[in-house]
């Protein structure tokens, strides 16, 4: 199949494109957001390629996977047809609802010309979808290269732009485990995290848009993986973290609670209690080795790329067929 899909969420997208198909990803002069083209701190295979607006209008597809709402106006420009009626269209929801929840209506609800594809049961049950055909699929992640030693008793964080995200990522929740042991925080816009939370930069280290592969190299370095989110989708490098047999401390809300049994790490609603099992996790390796393993198991049963890229064959296929 040729499938169009613009690049939206790097990690995502680089499950996505590992499959069997060609991967068709606008780019425009500008590489701006509706024209990235190729990741450049992801490794992707060949058969992703660029392509830009003016060749997409005489360029076979099979298949169109949206991400945001504005790109179905914007696939039916570029390439001249009815997308959903002229070739299959399948929205992909990445995000929890917003505003009123759990009244927040999809703005894909109401259509019969697409399927909602949510990648958690989570968003699929909070969001109002109306007469809109759904679907889950859950993440999939290309395994890590590297595996888990926790010889550093530091704590691991990523989040994007987490200044301006604020109380959703649990960004003010991060000074409470800074005090009992150093935090390192990868991710988009997290340089100068530090002051803003006023801690010295000794306790709270930024490393900023490093790409994924060296990431992962320092991720596996450190005692355990921090997931304090209060309201986000279902956070892919917190897949990768226990893939890698990384130990969990997360919030217990949303998908969380689904994706980390209790033996892989620590849940909670009270951020005491999620202290205490740092605490413990930064002192007892042997502890968070135990727990790491029981992450890694889980999350390559669950999360393994090989059930996502075959559920993802299984719905295309079928939206395809049917459109015929």
Not at 164 to 172: A, C, I, K, S
Not at 292 to 301: C, I, P
Request: proline share 6%; net charge negative; charged share 25%.
């Amino acid at each position: 199949m040729n499938i169009l899909l613009w690049h939206v969420h790097g990690s995502w997208t680089t499950s996505f494109v590992h499959g069997k198909h060609r991967y068709l990803i606008p780019v425009t002069p500008d590489r701006g957001p509706y024209g990235l083209g190729r990741a450049r701190t992801y490794p992707w295979p060949d058969t992703a390629v660029e392509v830009t607006p003016e060749d997409l209008a005489h360029t076979d597809v099979d298949v169109v996977v949206l991400q945001r709402p504005e790109e179905f106006d914007l696939a039916c420009e570029w390439l001249g047809r009815r997308v959903g009626r002229d070739v299959p269209a399948i929205y992909v929801e990445h995000n929890t609802p917003k505003g009123d929840v759990p009244h927040t209506r999809h703005p894909m609800a109401d259509r019969d010309d697409l399927l909602l594809t949510h990648v958690t049961g989570f968003n699929e049950l909070f969001y109002d979808n109306g007469a809109t055909r759904t679907a889950v699929i859950e993440h999939g992640v290309v395994a890590p290269t590297v595996d888990w030693t926790g010889e550093l008793d530091r704590l691991a964080v990523v989040i994007n732009e987490p200044v301006r995200r604020w109380r959703v990522t649990g960004t003010d929740l991060l000074a409470r485990f800074a005090a009992l042991a150093p935090l390192d925080v990868y991710g988009m816009k997290v340089a100068g995290l530090a002051a803003h939370l006023g801690l010295p930069e000794d306790r709270l280290t930024s490393h900023d848009d490093v790409p994924q592969h060296a990431m992962h190299d320092e991720l596996a370095r450190r005692r355990a993986y921090l997931h304090l989110c209060r309201w986000t989708s279902l956070g892919l490098s917190l897949i990768e973290a226990m893939t890698m047999g990384m130990p969990v401390v997360a919030l217990a809300t949303t998908e969380a609670v689904e994706a980390v049994p209790p033996a892989a790490g620590a849940l909670s609603t009270r951020v005491e209690t999620l202290v205490d099992a740092a605490r413990w996790l930064t002192e007892d390796r042997n502890a968070a080795r135990r727990l790491g393993a029981r992450a890694r198991d889980v999350a390559k049963e669950r999360f393994g790329l090989d059930r996502f890229l075959a559920d993802w064959d299984r719905i295309m296929e079928e939206e395809t067929c049917a459109s015929r």
